[in-house]
């Protein structure tokens, strides 16, 4: 029952690194979604995907791209990481609209 | 657009002591309406849902919450809670569309 499955689940990233985060589902799901979780504020959409080919922006897109090449998988990049990049990583996937989603364990990412 | 206001951040209750988490939500359309838990290092998991039919929905572990149009309210409650319960508690608002909105979250603290 692997579900979500984001990698990896740690970095530590120097100001003005890049890095690509991971996160593939086994569960066929046409949505995918890739938020942060920063203290006292739940969960933001930064950027998240309807379909195989599709992205579009979030609540705080700035400073990530995303891309869907394949359906089961969503990957999430930061070209110049920052400190205020500093967060929980959190995927999540569902099959249609309005469904509930299902969520990775987070990818813990600090920016030095 | 829909906000979501949880209305307490902590709660501290004694184990078998009943809990209640209060959850409001704002939107000019019909919505779904969710809880999901995170345990510590834990990616958020599904309590319950409401989608349509008995405003009374129960979930996983004991839990129940109750849709109350009017008032806009989702509350979760559970009649007597386990150590095991501590742990953080999202509201999650839907309006059939990509958009999960998430309230700011309520720790749990349960005491023996």
């Known amino acids: 029952n692997a579900g979500v499955t984001q990698t990896p689940k740690f970095r530590v990233l120097k100001t003005g690194q890049s890095m690509t985060l991971l996160c593939a589902q086994d569960m066929n799901h046409e949505y995918m979604y890739w938020y942060r979780q920063d203290p006292g504020m739940g969960l933001r959409l930064i950027h998240y995907s309807v379909g195989e080919g599709t992205t579009a922006k979030g609540e705080v897109p700035d400073g990530y791209n995303v891309s869907r090449l394949k359906k089961q998988n969503f990957l999430l990049g930061l070209e110049s990481a920052a400190p205020s990049q500093t967060s929980v990583y959190f995927c999540?996937?569902?099959?249609?609209?309005?469904?509930?989603?299902?969520f990775g364990d987070g990818t813990r990412l600090s920016i030095l | 657009a829909q906000s979501v206001t949880q209305l307490d951040s902590q709660v501290p209750v004694f184990e078998e002591a009943p809990v209640e988490l209060r959850c409001n939500y704002s939107?000019?359309?019909?919505?779904?309406l969710f809880w999901y838990v995170q345990y510590p290092n834990q990616g958020l998991q599904l309590l319950l849902k409401y989608l349509s039919g008995s405003t009374l929905v129960k979930g996983i572990n004991g839990f129940e919450a109750e849709f109350n149009k009017s008032q806009t309210s989702f509350h979760l409650r559970k009649p007597s809670v386990h150590i095991s319960d501590t742990a953080e508690y999202f509201c999650?608002?839907?309006?059939?569309?990509?958009?999960?909105?998430f309230g700011a979250g309520t720790t749990v603290t349960v005491r023996a």
């Open positions: 939107s000019s359309v019909s919505v779904y």
């Open positions: 999650a608002v839907n309006t059939n569309d990509y958009k999960l909105s």
């Open positions: 999540a996937s569902s099959d249609r609209e309005g469904q509930p989603q299902h």
